[in-house]
């Protein structure tokens, strides 16, 4: 336990450096992505899934706080797609039971008036559920991680700001543009932070550390048989 709080003290001064580069504007809103969407989901993996969702909640908490931003409902919403990301990328025992979470936000969605005027935009998150029969596929399991957070998103978004069923429809192309981008970073992000584990924990000769590698995406010519 004093290990894994010691790790996610870690991870958490990692994301609170990410999170402070931004990336790009999140449609319809005046907040912001930034590197660390990509990082953060990798964290279930590494930490276990709980873990993982724990940590990215703290760094999201502790940026705001710190950059004196104040926790309107957009803020708040925010805290909890990649905690969700995060919890998806690392479930292994509970995997089906986390990929009922974008069907239950198709329900949702769909439930909605406004949603309900662009069902088909909620057949994105058909993917996550698809994906999670694949997760030792890391490009599968990246992919259903952000279409996750995009689901939670999105329908944490409708109902608190209402927004209509055009925008919705309008963003359909922008949406698969958007989290394509995000799939490569999020398997990057994977690889890069594996990799440095891998290499952290045979300097340090550090078996703990070690234990939270995964070799099959550790930098190397096998890794392109597990994407």
Request: charged share 10%; aromatic share 16%.
């Amino acid at each position: 336990m004093k290990k894994k709080i010691l790790y996610l003290f870690l991870f958490v001064v990692i994301g609170f450096v990410l999170i402070n580069i931004p990336f790009t504007n999140i449609i319809g809103s005046g907040q912001k992505f930034s590197v660390f969407d990509f990082f953060a989901p990798t964290i279930g993996m590494f930490l276990a899934s709980a873990w993982g969702a724990i940590s990215v909640i703290v760094v999201k908490l502790i940026s705001a706080l710190v950059n004196g931003q104040s926790l309107d409902t957009a803020t708040i919403i925010r805290f909890f797609p990649l905690a969700l990301a995060a919890l998806y990328f690392g479930a292994r025992k509970y995997k089906f039971i986390v990929a009922t979470i974008p069907l239950i936000c198709m329900a949702l969605f769909i439930m909605h008036p406004e949603g309900r005027g662009a069902w088909y935009y909620s057949l994105y998150w058909l993917i996550p559920i698809v994906a999670v029969f694949n997760k030792k596929s890391l490009i599968m399991n990246s992919l259903g991680a952000t279409f996750t957070a995009h689901a939670i998103g999105s329908v944490a978004f409708l109902f608190a700001f209402n927004l209509p069923s055009a925008v919705w429809i309008g963003l359909i192309p922008i949406v698969f543009l958007e989290r394509m981008l995000f799939t490569g970073g999020i398997a990057v992000s994977y690889v890069v932070m594996n990799t440095a584990v891998d290499k952290l924990a045979k300097f340090l000769e550090n078996n703990s550390l070690g234990r939270m590698v995964n070799k099959d995406y550790v930098f190397s010519k096998r890794l392109s048989k597990n994407l």
